[in-house]
């Protein structure tokens, strides 16, 4: 759009195009996109026009229209490169892009990006749509990611988060052998890069070399994104997830043995014939892995998947009062967790003058460090850690951190450990 001489503003006011972009794989993202899309329409001043594209209209179709009168166009995903061409012609039968991969414009702040390494999923869990709306797995070569890591970098990046709907496979479908290590060996070696973070690291594609690569790559963060979904094996043999309890088991004890390695996880809780005791189950092993971060959600079933048709559907106040138990211990794992970060020193990347992440915190879904004076947002700062809350900690800042930190801080957390 802006080399198609279009300026980017964010006050819909301003704007002559509003571009709408929208999830769809769970209910409950379909329900928000479509609010997001209500309240655009609610505030749109005459001769606005608007567009709504991604995953919603993937997953509806024209059956949109009908629900969404007033929309100027829909544009599916792989025409959403061709949004310029389709705004001038307002004709949404135009041809499918093959530019699959137009220039990036940042929407994040300017010092960490995300980084697509691979569209679609082959996994086909049996809870989940994203295989129907994108489609099989399509790794991006290799070249071509670190090529737009670079250009990143050039702009300002210091943290690069790798995305994909299972990372862990990256390389699978084209080099038939994950390629991920030496993908993040090639990103490690960018000038100006300094962090790396692995998400959605699927448990069945954790290879020896990534976890060789953890121990070894400098600039990886000793961090992964691990959706287990759950503990029971009966359980993940429903959902389609090709492993069990005792892989899980394996897998979480080899982790805790890369120095300083923080586990995130997502759990799904009320998945259909979940019974008490699998719950309970499912506690206990939260309790003993002591996951650093964790998210979970309700089960939700969508319509066109098979666990959707699958008997023993859990009742929805069954799955909230296991979720806030879940969750409840959860909050007790990471006060404990945290409150023993209390008198240590942390390297913390600065989001903005107030708060920012250590390596162990993704942007907007883990915790933050709030910083006791101001520092300059997109700086490496060391800071001295004061105070620890539920999710988030408070550090004084000590010095700006130099280049050396990142080794020195990884042999002090290594000390500190022994
Ligand atoms: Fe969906 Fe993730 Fe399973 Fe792929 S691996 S089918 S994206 S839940």
């Known amino acids: 759009m802006v080399q198609a001489g279009y300026a980017v503003t964010t006050h819909q006011r301003d704007a002559d195009v509003i571009v709408v972009t929208t999830c769809a794989f769970l209910g409950s993202a379909v329900k928000e996109s479509e609010e997001a899309i209500q309240s655009v329409l609610a505030a749109r001043r005459p001769g606005q026009r608007v567009v709504v594209c991604g995953c919603l209209v993937e997953r509806f179709g024209n059956r949109l229209r009908r629900r969404l009168p007033g929309i100027d166009l829909f544009v599916p995903l792989n025409r959403m490169p061709r949004l310029p061409a389709l705004l001038a012609t307002s004709d949404v039968s135009h041809p499918a892009s093959d530019i699959s991969h137009p220039p990036r414009l940042l929407s994040t702040p300017r010092h960490y990006a995300y980084l697509k390494i691979a569209e679609g999923c082959d996994n086909r869990c049996s809870y989940c749509l994203i295989p129907s709306i994108r489609g099989p797995r399509r790794s991006r070569p290799l070249a071509e990611v670190v090529a737009e890591a670079q250009s990143l970098a050039r702009q300002g990046v210091r943290e690069l988060i790798l995305i994909a709907q299972d990372t862990t496979a990256y390389g699978i479908d084209s080099c038939s052998r994950p390629a991920l290590p030496r993908l993040l060996r090639a990103l490690a070696a960018i000038r100006g890069v300094r962090w790396l973070r692995l998400m959605y690291a699927h448990p069945a594609h954790v290879s020896q070399a990534l976890l060789r690569e953890f121990e070894s790559n400098p600039r990886l963060c000793r961090y992964i994104d691990l959706p287990i979904q759950h503990s029971s094996s009966r359980l993940l043999s429903l959902m389609r997830r090709h492993y069990d309890r005792e892989h899980l088991e394996q897998l979480i004890a080899r982790l805790r043995r890369v120095p300083a390695m923080h586990i995130r996880t997502t759990l799904i809780v009320g998945f259909p014939g979940e019974t008490e005791q699998e719950f309970e189950e499912l506690l206990e092993f939260v309790r003993t892995a002591r996951f650093d971060r964790l998210g979970a959600y309700g089960y939700s079933p969508e319509p066109g998947t098979r666990a959707a048709r699958m008997s023993g559907q859990v009742p929805g106040p069954v799955k909230l009062e296991r979720l806030g138990r879940l969750m409840r211990l959860q909050a007790r794992v990471s006060r404990e967790k945290l409150a ?79």
């Open 340 to 418: 023993a970060l209390v008198g240590r020193n942390v390297l913390v990347l600065a989001d903005d003058e107030r708060t920012g992440r250590t390596q162990w915190d993704a942007p907007e879904i883990d915790g933050k460090v709030k910083f006791t004076r101001p520092v300059s947002p997109g700086s490496f700062v060391r800071c001295h850690v004061v105070r620890a809350t539920t999710h988030d900690i408070t550090a004084a800042p000590t010095r700006r951190a130099s280049p050396k930190d990142k080794v020195q801080r990884t042999k002090q957390v290594e000390r500190g450990k022994s």
